[in-house]
C-alpha cells in the first residue's frame, strides 16, 4: 500500500491537473503525446472527465490524443454505467468495438463522458455459458448490494463452460466533500484450476492538499467451480483484504503520520481557568505582561 502526498490545489482547476501543469513546463523538450499519455494514466478515481477537461485547456492542440488516452484508460480500469453495467477491456467486443452485457445478451457503445449507453443491439455470445450463469449473477448481485455501501456494477464473462471471469467495480464520489474513491477487484475461475483474484483500492482526498491512497492485492487459491463457492469465495477474499488495509493504514496512521503532526504539552494537573489563573506562573506573567 502507498500513500502520496501530492501537494495543494485550487479551485478552478482539477487539483491534479493544478500539480501536473509544471510538468508541461518544464518539459516541454519530451514528446508531447507521451507526457500527456502518463499524466492521464496516474488520474485518480472517478476524476478522468475533468483530467480530459483540464489537459485540453492547457493543451487544445492535442485533443485527440487526450481523448484517446482517457478513453483507454477508463477501459483498462473499467467504468461504471448508468443502469448498472460496466465497460471493461474484459468485456469489450474486439470485432465491433463494443461492450457486451453477457446476462442480458447485448452490445452497446459509451463514452467515459457520464457513461452513458447508446447505440444498443442484441447479440447471442460465441462463448458457452456455465449451466449455473443466472444463479451466479444473482448471487454476485445480492452479494454487492450488501458490500458496497454506495455505487456498484459487476460483469461476468462466459469464457466457456467450465471457465468466468469477473469484474466488480465499487465506487464512492463525494466530490463536494473532496474525496473519491473506487474498489475494483478482478478474478478468473476455472473448473479443477487454481482461482487468480486481482483486488485494488484507489481513495483521492483533496480537501487541504492532496493525499492518494493506493491499496493493491493479489490471490491465488483453490476455489470449487460453482456458483455458491464462486460468491463465498469473492466474500471472504475481499473481506480479508478489506480488513488488511485497515490495519496498514492504521498503522501508518499512528506509527507514522503522527510525527508529522506537533506534539502538545502534557499535565496531568487541572487547571482552573477563570480568576485563578493568575496563580500559576504562566497566567501570571501573561496578567503582567511579562
Known amino acids: 500500500m502507498s500513500i502520496l502526498s501530492l501537494g495543494s490545489s485550487t479551485a ?10 509544471s510538468l508541461l513546463q518544464n518539459n516541454m523538450s519530451q514528446e508531447i503525446g507521451q507526457l500527456l499519455s502518463q499524466l492521464v494514466e496516474t488520474a485518480p478515481p472517478g476524476e478522468l472527465e475533468e483530467v480530459h477537461n483540464d489537459l485540453v ?8 490524443v487526450v481523448s484517446k488516452t482517457v478513453t483507454r484508460l477508463a477501459e ?5 454505467l448508468s443502469g448498472k453495467g460496466i465497460a471493461h477491456q474484459e468485456n469489450k467486443d474486439s470485432a465491433s ?5 453477457f446476462k442480458e445478451k447485448k452490445k452497446y457503445n459509451t463514452s467515459f463522458k457520464g457513461g452513458k449507453v447508446y447505440d444498443v443491439e442484441a447479440a447471442t455470445p460465441t462463448a458457452e455459458y456455465p449451466a449455473f450463469y443466472d444463479d451466479l449473477s444473482k448471487n454476485l448481485e445480492q452479494y454487492g448490494d450488501k458490500h458496497f455501501p454506495s455505487e456498484f456494477a459487476f460483469e461476468i464473462v462466459p469464457v466457456s463452460s467450465t471457465k468466468v471471469s469477473i469484474t466488480l467495480i465499487g465506487q ?5 466533500n473532496f474525496y473519491t474513491g473506487r474498489w475494483h477487484s478482478h478474478y478468473v475461475f476455472e473448473k479443477s484450476q487454481t482461482t487468480h483474484g486481482e483486488i485494488a483500492l ?10 492518494r491512497l493506493d491499496f493493491k492485492e493479489t490471490v491465488d487459491e483453490p476455489c470449487e467451480f460453482s456458483a455458491d463457492a464462486i460468491v463465498e469465495f469473492i466474500r471472504s477474499t475481499e473481506n480479508a483484504v ?25 499535565t496531568k494537573s ?20 511579562r
Not at 172 to 176: E, F, G, Q
Not at 202 to 208: A, F, G, L, P, S
Not at 273 to 285: C, E, F, Q, T, V
Open 242 to 266: 478489506s480488513i488488511k488495509a485497515i490495519n496498514q493504514f492504521n498503522v501508518l496512521n499512528q506509527k507514522y503520520f503522527k510525527n508529522l503532526r506537533r506534539l502538545l504539552p502534557v
Open 57 to 64: 485547456s492547457i493543451v487544445p492542440s492535442q485533443l485527440s
Open 172 to 176: 464512492k464520489l463525494n466530490k463536494s
Open 202 to 211: 484507489d481513495i483521492h482526498y483533496y480537501e487541504e492538499g492532496n493525499v
Open 97 to 101: 468495438g463494443k461492450f457486451w452485457d
Open 76 to 80: 483498462n480500469q473499467g467504468m461504471l
Open 270 to 289: 487541572k487547571i482552573n481557568w477563570g480568576n485563578a489563573i493568575g496563580n500559576y506562573k504562566l497566567g501570571s506573567d501573561v496578567v503582567n505582561e
Open 12 to 21: 478552478c482547476m482539477s487539483p491534479y491537473i493544478h500539480l501536473s501543469t
